[in-house]
C-alpha cells in the first residue's frame, strides 16, 4: 500500500506541477494582453486547483503512511534537517501553497472584470508555484 502511495504521490506530483504551470502562464498571458475571461479559461485554472488537491490528498495519506511522516514527529527529528523536511517543512508549505491557490481561484471567482481574475489568478497561483518548487524534494524525487 505504501508504495502505491509513493509511486503515485511522485507521478501526480508531475502532473499537477505541469497543470499548474500552464495555469500560471496562462493568468499571466490573460492578464498581460488583456484577453476574455472564457469558460476555457476557467478550465485551464480549475483543471490547476484540483490537481493540486488531489496531489495534496495522497500526499497526507502518504503522510499518515510513510515512516517519514507524522510517526517520524519528535524532538529529535528536529534535529535532524533530513528528517524535519519531510515530516513538517514539506507538508507545511504545501499546505499553504494549496491555501493560497485556492484563495486565488476563489477571489477571481468573485470578481467581475476579466483583467482583475486573471491577475489574482497570476498572483496567487506564482506564489503557490514558488513556495512548491522550493520545497519539492528534488534529490529523491528525479
Request: avoid cysteine.
Amino acid at each position: 500500500m505504501y508504495s502505491i502511495v509513493k509511486n503515485s504521490h511522485s507521478f501526480i506530483a508531475f502532473l499537477s506541477l505541469i497543470f499548474l504551470i500552464i495555469s500560471t502562464i496562462y493568468a499571466f498571458y490573460g492578464y498581460k494582453a488583456k484577453i476574455k475571461y472564457t469558460k476555457k479559461s476557467k478550465i485551464v485554472f480549475t483543471i490547476g486547483l484540483i490537481t493540486m488537491h488531489t496531489q495534496f490528498l495522497i500526499g497526507v495519506l502518504l503522510y499518515l503512511l510513510s515512516p517519514l511522516g507524522i510517526s517520524n514527529f519528535s524532538k529529535e527529528m528536529m534535529k535532524n534537517s533530513f528528517s524535519r523536511f519531510y515530516a513538517l517543512e514539506h507538508p507545511t508549505i504545501m499546505l499553504l501553497a494549496l491555501i493560497l491557490i485556492t484563495i486565488g481561484f476563489s477571489k477571481s471567482k468573485r470578481n467581475t472584470d476579466n483583467n482583475i481574475k486573471f491577475k489574482l489568478i497570476a498572483i496567487f497561483y506564482s506564489i503557490g508555484l514558488i513556495l512548491i518548487m522550493s520545497r519539492i524534494p528534488w534529490s529523491s524525487w528525479l
